[in-house]
């Protein structure tokens, strides 16, 4: 049985060391044989650095790693070329004054790898002589890999006069590939995010963004079919279709993937079900994002994009979508083809992200932490035991335990949606089916949520006085008649109040 490659982003050490690979080197033979130059975005830990060291070995040709994988007997390993790598994925830079050091340091790698020495201690400079310096010396084009081309950047979007300025300095680097066209074959660069005013995209018109390409739509991660025949043995006795629900769903517009560490994680903690890629990374900038606007989160969370809208992330102009999508906490769920054109409906890729995802929300709604983990237990149970009138207790405690100074220290309750988005946020990290903005033929339920045969209809309205208009809208537009084959259907009715900043109105009926 072979070893779990945790943590591994070296191809050599995987094959040589007898750990389990996923073969992905189809993919790669068809980049490779194409040439050109590509850019892929993927979420942190999706296996980029892995692909990218995979490419490298195969242009220097070292043929022995590959045999047994789909490219072995199809790439000319005699054809070798000069690879030019840069791995930004390491480090934090906080000031532009560390930034040209590291750069500087990154390319002595580079040089060591080439066996070629710079005469310039500036990185835009030195880069330019080992593209020049390594087509003369070996007599071939050459190949350029760069890994997390934009972590500089993202690790200071929440200081724009700073990530400004890493945006810039990267751009002058990154421009060398544009200048220096004449002695390149290959380049792949990998990031999570398409900064649209780098000279990366602006600059490099044959760049081909493979991003969301059928033909590359497992290029990174796992597929389900991986796991029953790569990880078979490993993942023997452990329910598939429950790991598919918890881990798998991002899809790029192919066949659906799972994040590579939830998986080797799963496996390597005895199958316990844990929010293992989340825990790794510090979603900290989506608070300081939520503070600045008034987002609804039921909508956040289903959210109709155009490419342009996904694409649509810089410094200046920060499209807390795009960021969504582009992290992972976002996936596309369904394409869209009409007269308007191409648009893609976004949601939660899988269990893991909408459990943590959201109890993330009702830190940001909220500030609640120590009460959260009793509040939703009271309210689960209240859902699983069918028990309305018991809701209702558990909401209204919910929305009393919120602290005072939230409400005096913003304006997040002033607006309808606050109340709905606490409820939605709650009830959604439980793990539950919920459909916000569930569409009728005669109108929108404002939440739905399915636990096995049972469907609760719900409806919210902010007033002064309790009027009973909620639950009265659900019955004039017979909302319930969407699920009435389902076997129970309650109809809940929720008025809140600003100035009580609680429940003033329950109502509810069983169908």
Known sequence: MKKLPI???????????????????????????????????????????????????????????????????????????????VSLGSGVEKDINQLFPRLRWLLEDAEDDLKIKCNSKNPVVCFKELIKKAHEKYGKKVVILIDEYDKPILDNITDSKVARLMRDAMMNFYAVIKDNDAYIRFVFITGVSKFSKMNLFSGLNNLN????????????????????????????????????????????????????????LFIDKGFRYENFWWETGNPSFLIDMLKEGEYFIPKLEHFLATKEVLNTFDVDHIELIALLWQTGYLTITEEISDDMGMSYQLGIPNKEIQLSLNSLFITYLTTQTAEKLSLQRSILQTIKSANPDGLKDALYTLFASIPYHNFTNNKLSDYEGYYASVVYAYLASLGMTIVPEDITNLGRIDLTLQYRDKVFIIEFKLSEKATGSALRQIKEKRYFEKYSSSKEVYLIGIEFSREQRNIIGYEWEKM
Not at 214 to 229: P, S
Not at 238 to 262: I, S, T
Request: net charge negative; with cysteine.
């Open 7 to 85: 943590g591994i982003q070296t191809f050599s050490k995987i094959i040589e060391g007898e750990f389990t690979y996923v073969d992905k080197t189809s993919i790669a033979h068809a980049l490779v044989k194409e040439g050109g130059y590509y850019f892929l975005s993927r979420p942190r830990r999706f296996g980029k650095s892995l692909f990218l060291d995979t490419l490298k070995d195969i242009f220097e040709g070292k043929k022995q790693l590959f045999k047994g994988l789909a490219i072995y007997d199809k790439w000319d390993w005699d054809d070798k070329y000069p690879v030019l790598r």
């Open 209 to 264: 963004d493979i991003t969301l390409d059928e033909k590359y739509a497992t290029i990174c991660g796992y597929t389900h079919n991986d796991l029953r025949t790569e990880f078979k043995d490993l993942l023997e006795g452990a329910d598939l279709e429950m790991v598919r629900k918890w881990y798998n769903g991002y899809n790029y517009l192919g066949e659906k993937v799972y994040n590579p560490f939830d998986i080797l």
